[in-house]
T-cell receptor, first 114, second 111 residues
Framework: KNQVEQSPQSLIILEGKNCTLQCNYTVSPFSNLRWYKQDTGRGPVSLTIMTFSENTKSNGRYTATLDADTKQSSLHITASQLSDSASYICVVRGFSGGYNKLIFGAGTRLAVHP | DADVTQTPRNRITKTGKRIMLECSQTKGHDRMYWYRQDPGLGLRLIYYSFDVKDINKGEISDGYSVSRQAQAKFSLSLESAIPNQTALYFC??????????FGSGTRLTVV
C-alpha cells in the first residue's frame, strides 16, 4: 500500500532554534516529493519539489533532503520564526490506481514559541 | 484576488440536505481537484478534472458529485449530506507537471 508517514506528529520549539521534520514513504513508482506548509485555516502552500535525482533543495530557511534509496525525506527549518508555526505536509507523487496522484502525509504540527 | 477561490468558507448544514461547494481559479490551469482533509489524516482526493470534458473519480468519491462548468470553475456537490462528511474541503489546480495551488478551504459541518 502506498503510504507517507511523518514524524513527529507535533513539535514545540523556541523562536530562533532549528528543527528537522521527517518523512518516510513507501510509494512506488515514485515521481517526486513535495513539502507543503499549511497555516491554520488556509490551504497548503508549496515549499519544495524534488525529483528522485535531487538530494537537497532549499527555499530560504527551509531545506529539504531526499534519500530515494531509503525512501526518506527531511525538512530542516533554520532560525525558526513565530510565523513558522503551521503544519508541514510531506507529499509524494506516484502512480497508483491507474493515474499519477499525490499521496499526502498527515503532517507535522509545528509550534514556535517566543 | 486569490488564485483559487472557494465559497463558502464555512457552512453548517443538516443531514439529508443537498449542498454545493464552489471553486474558481485565475491560474489558467486545465487541471482541477477536490480534496478532503480530516484530523490526523492526509488530504484525500475526491474528484479530479483534466479539462472541461474530463471528470474522474478519486479515492473517496462515494456520496459526492462534481461539475466542471468552465475551465475556471469546478464545483463539488453533496447530494444528501451525512455527518461523516464533516471535514475541511480543498479545491486545487495544477499544470501537467507543475506544482499545485490550493484554495483556502471550505469548513463543512453536517449536523
Amino acid at each position: 500500500k502506498n503510504q507517507v508517514e511523518q514524524s513527529p506528529q507535533s513539535l514545540i520549539i523556541l523562536e530562533g532554534k532549528n528543527c528537522t521534520l521527517q518523512c518516510n514513504y513507501t510509494v512506488s513508482p515514485f515521481s517526486n516529493l513535495r513539502w507543503y506548509k499549511q497555516d491554520t485555516g488556509r490551504g497548503p502552500v508549496s515549499l519544495t519539489i524534488m525529483t528522485f535525482s535531487e538530494n537537497t533543495k532549499s527555499n530560504g530557511r527551509y531545506t529539504a533532503t531526499l534519500d530515494a534509496d531509503t525512501k526518506q525525506s527531511s525538512l530542516h527549518i533554520t532560525a525558526s520564526q513565530l510565523s513558522d508555526s503551521a503544519s508541514y505536509i510531506c507529499v509524494v507523487r506516484g502512480f497508483s490506481g491507474g493515474y499519477n496522484k499525490l499521496i499526502f502525509g498527515a503532517g507535522t504540527r509545528l509550534a514556535v514559541h517566543p | 484576488d486569490a488564485d483559487v477561490t472557494q465559497t463558502p468558507r464555512n457552512r453548517i448544514t443538516k443531514t439529508g440536505k443537498r449542498i454545493m461547494l464552489e471553486c474558481s481559479q485565475t491560474k489558467g490551469h486545465d487541471r482541477m481537484y477536490w480534496y478532503r482533509q480530516d484530523p490526523g489524516l492526509g488530504l484525500r482526493l475526491i474528484y479530479y478534472s483534466f479539462d472541461v470534458k474530463d471528470i474522474n473519480k478519486g479515492e473517496i468519491s462515494d456520496g459526492y458529485s462534481v461539475s466542471r462548468q468552465a475551465q475556471a470553475k469546478f464545483s463539488l456537490s453533496l447530494e444528501s449530506a451525512i455527518p461523516n462528511q464533516t471535514a475541511l474541503y480543498f479545491c486545487a489546480t495544477s499544470e501537467e507537471r507543475g506544482g499545485y495551488t490550493f484554495g483556502s478551504g471550505t469548513r463543512l459541518t453536517v449536523v
